[in-house]
């Protein structure tokens, strides 16, 4: 997906800061110390912490202590090959507390999470890996973000047993809510939790079809009791505030030639709302219109949109499959990248006659209704950022800079933030991110809706 689409889901995530009477603050980062100020600017929390995240729904933030690289026994030593059983692996750990919005540490930075390398894509990606480099020798960047299993969200957080290494929640006063048995544990998200039960590889007997898809299978969702909702799919994307989401179903079948992947929507208790939907590499939760992936083969990953139905939004021949266009001959039915829809318009690239790639805002009928950008975000709190077309327009004064339009009643999109910034995030709670570069130094901080500085800083080179 668009890399800027993801910078705005990690500054939607990491910038604003609100419990539950509504107190808002916003992350900043001077000299290579994170703080917090609100709304108007005013410093609430001095720049202090080496890392600290965002305040949850709950209103609290996560303060990472240390970070350490480790080295520890690999478990597949259990399987007794021979060369194998001295293997160790690296293990990122992790030593973490709670902070309140007074700055109060509520929960001591004691709790410790151990993940070792080959296990951090159930963490969320590779990513983690740089971002405890970046911990270590202290250059972490402004918008910079942890693991979101960290959060403490309806009351619990995620803690990993010493002993066991198996992982479970704790509440604010750091008693055990739920037992540590499970592999993998996610933040909890309007009432549930996703986590991972799957079994340990050296408890396999037999390597089989069922063995492997049932090993596949090993997420299920619990509730804040600790109850298992939800049983036996791959994959769990995190549950929507209208207490729904996407799931996938996998098999294993050597005789069928490999992997069958089966999504479908489904409630908090399991019932399946929509789908089956078969051969989508992923889809993304979203209120409007979910974004599916496809992945192609050897033609690379394309994008496309779920209807009210389940169906292919743009299954515009209607033969119940999605397919490219190359020569502008027919419609295309897939995307090289997309953004989220929101406010009834999402992002899509795409090239023009010359074989220029850029993006467009189009409709809920997949119809262009924008001009041309280098790049843009999806409307958040009525602006939508965008990045102005430089290799259409040579001439500008603006070259690469980035503004905010909005949408006037009748649907006309026009620029209410001029093009002046060099890097920009969407607007959460009033601000949005912004940055100017400089030969020396660059500037960064945050923008009210006039498009006025409220808050910056300056970072060297």
């Not at 972490?140 to 290494?165: H, M, P, T, W």
């Not at 995190?238 to 294993?252: I, P, Q, V």
Request: hydrophobic share 35%.
């Amino acid at each position: 997906m668009n890399k800027s689409y993801l910078s705005f889901l990690l500054v939607a995530l990491t910038l604003l800061s609100c419990n539950n009477n509504d107190f808002c603050l916003y992350r900043i980062q001077v000299n290579g110390l994170f703080g917090f100020i609100d709304s108007i600017g005013d410093v609430k929390i001095d720049p202090q912490y080496k890392y600290v995240g965002e305040f949850s729904k709950d209103g609290y933030a996560c303060v990472i202590s240390r970070i350490s690289i480790e080295e520890e026994k690999s478990p597949f030593s259990k399987l007794g090959i021979p060369g194998v059983s001295e293997n160790t692996d690296s293990c990122i750990c992790i030593k973490y507390g709670y902070i309140n919005p007074q700055n109060e540490l509520v929960v001591d930075t004691v709790n410790q999470l151990r993940i070792p390398f080959y296990s951090i894509y159930d963490w969320g990606s590779s990513d983690l890996i740089e971002f405890a480099h970046k911990y270590i020798v202290n250059n972490l960047d402004f918008r910079e973000n942890a693991i979101d299993a960290l959060s403490l969200n309806d009351g619990l957080f995620v803690f990993q047993d010493k002993d066991s290494k198996l992982f479970g929640y704790k509440d604010i006063k750091g008693d055990i809510k739920i037992e540590a048995k499970y592999k993998l544990c996610r933040m909890f998200n309007n009432g549930v939790a996703v986590v991972k039960y799957t079994k340990d590889l050296g408890k396999i007997d037999k390597i089989s079809d069922s063995s492997i898809t049932e090993s596949l299978n090993s997420k299920g969702v619990i509730d804040v009791n600790g109850n298992m909702v939800v049983t036996d799919y791959a994959i769990i994307n995190d549950y929507n505030t209208e207490g729904l989401t996407w799931a996938l179903s996998a098999s294993f079948s050597l005789e069928d030639n490999g992997f069958k992947r089966d999504w479908v929507q489904i409630d908090k208790k399991g019932d399946i709302k929509k789908g089956p939907i078969s051969n989508i590499a992923h889809i993304y939760n979203n209120k409007e219109y979910p974004i599916i992936v496809i992945n192609t083969g050897f033609m690379g990953v394309y994008y496309s949109f779920l209807d009210e139905n389940g169906d292919y939004l743009t299954d515009f021949n209607g033969d119940k499959g999605l397919s490219l266009s190359f020569d502008g001959s027919e419609r295309t039915e897939l995307f090289k990248d997309v953004t989220r829809f929101s406010n009834g318009l999402a992002g899509t690239i795409g090239y023009n006659s010359e074989g220029e790639s850029a993006w467009i805002f189009r409709d809920r009928n997949l119809d262009p209704i924008s001009e041309p950008y280098d790049s843009l975000l999806p409307f958040s709190e009525g602006l939508a950022a965008v990045k102005q077309l430089t290799h259409l327009d040579k001439f500008s004064s603006h070259m690469g800079k980035w503004g905010f339009i909005s949408m006037d009643a009748d649907s006309t999109l026009s620029l209410s933030i001029p093009y002046s910034f060099s890097e920009c995030g969407s607007f959460t709670g009033g601000l949005a991110y912004f940055m100017n570069t400089g030969a020396t130094f660059d500037i960064e901080g945050y923008i009210n809706k006039q498009g006025k500085i409220i808050w910056q800083t300056k970072r060297k080179k």
